[in-house]
Each structure stands twice: as structure tokens, then as C-alpha cells.
T-cell receptor, first 115, second 109 residues
Framework: DAGITQSPRHKVTETGTPVTLRCHQTENHRYMYWYRQDPGHGLRLIHYSYGVKDTDKGEVSDGYSVSRSKTEDFLLTLESATSSQTSVYFC??????????????FGQGTRLTVV | GQNIDQPTEMTATEGAIVQINCTYQTSGFNGLFWYQQHAGEAPTFLSYNVLDGLEEKGRFSSFLSRSKGYSYLLLKELQMKDSASYLCAVKGGASKIIFGSGTRLSIRP
């Protein structure tokens, strides 16, 4: 299994508070992704990173920010949590395309509840 | 824009064959993935297609037609443990990976 760890695994927070989720990898993969998964919507891309300090928006980036100051860590921050951000968050990593299969490996997910 | 469509739910019988279709319209194409996800778990990789044609991997096969923006996942000799969601995903420009909404497959005895 790819070395990818998400923390925390579960969190309950109050509306309006800031929340930071951490994704840590030991694979030295270039690409890192944050998704949220809600019933009926599948996995939706929030932000992704293609290198240290290089990030870009995904499909549902409003209300979220990210940072990647070193290869192994990708942080997702909810500046002011809202109930609509209650979801399961998955981090994924992928290697640079080298002509072979470069699938994304997923962390175990973080269940976030905003009350 | 980007759009990936797959059926929401399917039901099949143990021992049978089922085909899950996926159509896509994306900006840039660098490969199509299929993932399996059991309830409460993370997605796990099943297959990858970047060229047209069929890729076979045991009981699972995946087909791609880039000109038609179409792929399918074929599952043979279905087992009860195959009850799961199956996710189609496209890797586009800058290695951005976008997923469809997933197909929930139920297997009946």
C-alpha cells in the first residue's frame, strides 16, 4: 500500500471555526489531491498540487485553501467552516507520468462534521 | 467544461457478467481509470486505459474509445464481494483527475 496518511480521521467542529486537514505521504510522489465525497456526488476535486508551492483549483474550491510547503505534506484549510462542508474528505497522491500506469492512491479519508 | 457520466445504480446476479458504462467530455486526456469503493472505505485502483482497446485483468476488463469519449468496465463471474461502487475517472491536463459520480452495483444471489 502507498504510504499516505490523513489526520485527523474524524472531526466535529462548530460553524465559523477554522479547520485544517493534513495529508502526509512517504512516497515522494509529485501530485497530491484533495477530494470531498457526498452522497449522490461521487468524488469532487477541491484543490490539487503539482509540486511544492504549486497548487491549482478543482471543481469545488470555494471556501477552501491549500498549502504545500514540502513534498510530503498537503494541507487543506476551511477558513470558516459551514454545515455544507460536512463531508468525507479524501487525499490522493500520484506520480509524474512516465509512460506507465500512474494511478492515484488514496488515504483512508477524514469524516468532518460541522455543527 | 468537464463532464463524466455513468449510471447511478445497477443490479446483477451472482455468477453473471455486468458492464458499467462511462462517457466523458474533458479538457485534455491523459488516461482513464476505474476504481472500486466499498461502503465506508477508500477507493482502490482497478484499471487504467490510455490507448483505445481492451485491457484485461483477471475477472475485470476495461475498454476505451477516445474518439467516442467512452469507456466500460466489464466484470465477469460476479461474486457477492463485488457489491460496491465503481468510479470512472479521467486524468486531464496538468494531471488533474476528475471523477464521475460512481455506479453503485448490487449483486443478488
Amino acid at each position: 500500500d502507498a504510504g499516505i496518511t490523513q489526520s485527523p480521521r474524524h472531526k466535529v467542529t462548530e460553524t465559523g471555526t477554522p479547520v485544517t486537514l493534513r495529508c502526509h505521504q512517504t512516497e515522494n510522489h509529485r501530485y497530491m489531491y484533495w477530494y470531498r465525497q457526498d452522497p449522490g456526488h461521487g468524488l469532487r476535486l477541491i484543490h490539487y498540487s503539482y509540486g511544492v508551492k504549486d497548487t491549482d483549483k478543482g471543481e469545488v474550491s470555494d471556501g477552501y485553501s491549500v498549502s504545500r510547503s514540502k513534498t510530503e505534506d498537503f494541507l487543506l484549510t476551511l477558513e470558516s467552516a459551514t454545515s455544507s462542508q460536512t463531508s468525507v474528505y479524501f487525499c490522493a497522491i500520484s506520480e509524474r507520468d512516465t509512460g506507465r500506469v500512474t494511478e492515484a492512491f488514496f488515504g483512508q479519508g477524514t469524516r468532518l462534521t460541522v455543527v | 467544461g468537464q463532464n463524466i457520466d455513468q449510471p447511478t445504480e445497477m443490479t446483477a446476479t451472482e455468477g453473471a457478467i455486468v458492464q458499467i458504462n462511462c462517457t466523458y467530455q474533458t479538457s485534455g486526456f491523459n488516461g482513464l481509470f476505474w476504481y472500486q469503493q466499498h461502503a465506508g472505505e477508500a477507493p482502490t485502483f482497478l484499471s487504467y486505459n490510455v490507448l483505445d482497446g481492451l485491457e484485461e485483468k483477471g475477472r475485470f476488463s476495461s475498454f476505451l474509445s477516445r474518439s467516442k469519449g467512452y469507456s466500460y468496465l466489464l466484470l465477469k463471474e460476479l461474486q457477492m464481494k463485488d457489491s460496491a461502487s465503481y468510479l470512472c475517472a479521467v486524468k486531464g491536463g496538468a494531471s488533474k483527475i476528475i471523477f464521475g459520480s460512481g455506479t453503485r452495483l448490487s449483486i443478488r444471489p
